[in-house]
């Protein structure tokens, strides 16, 4: 069965974890945060949804009142590490999509002004052409990158930041998959959720080698984490609000079908390296996206809001763009 969770915070209250029940939030009693739902589920034997249905008392809440921001609860990013926000991992696949693939190369024309195809359709045609083996088997392997580690999650509601150091701050409307490795490092997905993976496409643009300073942001999650949901396609809109005012919108489209790479081969490649299978770590890893304002010539300003809504996958995740003031900060390692 299909289920939407979420995870909010109190001052007095601390953390809880609910099942969103159209416009009410019902509490779950024993588990305060998804990670030990999760984690009992993995121990039992059993699904996500069937221990957090049996979890739940007569305690509700508004959710709107909470997802508009007058309550005195606020949204928490919809799955993370309580403990330790080292142990959770967030990461990527690019050039997963035909779109993004297309946007990519835009970017790197200077090799397609010589008749010569880019490296970024390079490995778009490997994944078009091996990225769905037969099931047991290994398929092209595709672009990854690392974004950080579950320090720079933010929720719905919070500010994305432009790093005074950064040439851009943009939206990438994307899902993500959510997982947990159990005690033997066999990975579980306990679902998936909407996601912003904010991006620097301007300092990209430079040169494609710097895609990974270019991932180094912090990103956004949320709120709800739905697990039972199909993956197989899914639609959705991308919003840029200014000053109450939408400046940009695009239909947004993502799921198996509208991808190079099957699910699976995705996941094999990920959760191949021994490093990724550490028990009791978390992995937040997006699929990538299909269209984003940098590409149809919208710059970002600080105030800015973007607005991510995948049908089916929970209310829009709405963040705010805050730029940095002043010059670059330089840093520097002091001799001990």
Known sequence: MALNLLQIAHGAEGRRAA??????????????????????AIERGVSIEIIAAGDTGSNELDYHAIYDGTSE????????HPQDRAQCLVSGTG????????????MHQGASDTGMVSDSMKIYQWGAEGGRPP??????????????????????????????????????????????????????????TAGNEFSDHVMERKNYLYLAPSKLRNCSIGPELCVGS??????????????????????????????????????HHHFKYPDHRRPGSVHI???????FSFGAGVALEDGDVSVVHWRGFGLPLRNTVRTAPGPQKVWKAEQL
């Open 230 to 267: 199909s993956f197989t396609r899914v639609s959705g809109t991308i919003a840029i609000e200014r000053k109450g005012v939408t400046v940009w919108e695009n239909e947004i489209g993502t799921g198996e079908e509208n991808m190079v790479h099957s699910l699976a081969n995705l996941e």
């Open 135 to 192: 099931e047991g088997s290994a398929g092209v392997q595709p672009e990854w990158f690392y974004k950080g580690s579950g320090a720079i999650l933010r929720a719905h509601g919070e500010a994305l930041d432009v790093p005074d150091f950064a040439d851009d701050g943009g939206e990438e409307a994307e899902i993500a998959g959510v997982y947990l490795i159990g005690p033997d490092g066999a990975p579980f997905r306990l679902g998936f």
């Open 95 to 106: 050039l997963t999509h035909r779109k993004s693939a297309a946007n990519r190369d835009a």
């Open 19 to 40: 099942i969103v029940h159209g416009d009410r939030l019902v509490l779950l009693q024993t588990f305060r945060t998804l990670y030990d739902c999760a984690s009992a």
């Open 285 to 291: 890893h997006f699929f990538g996206a299909d269209s």
């Open 73 to 80: 609860w606020r949204i928490l990013p919809s799955f993370d």
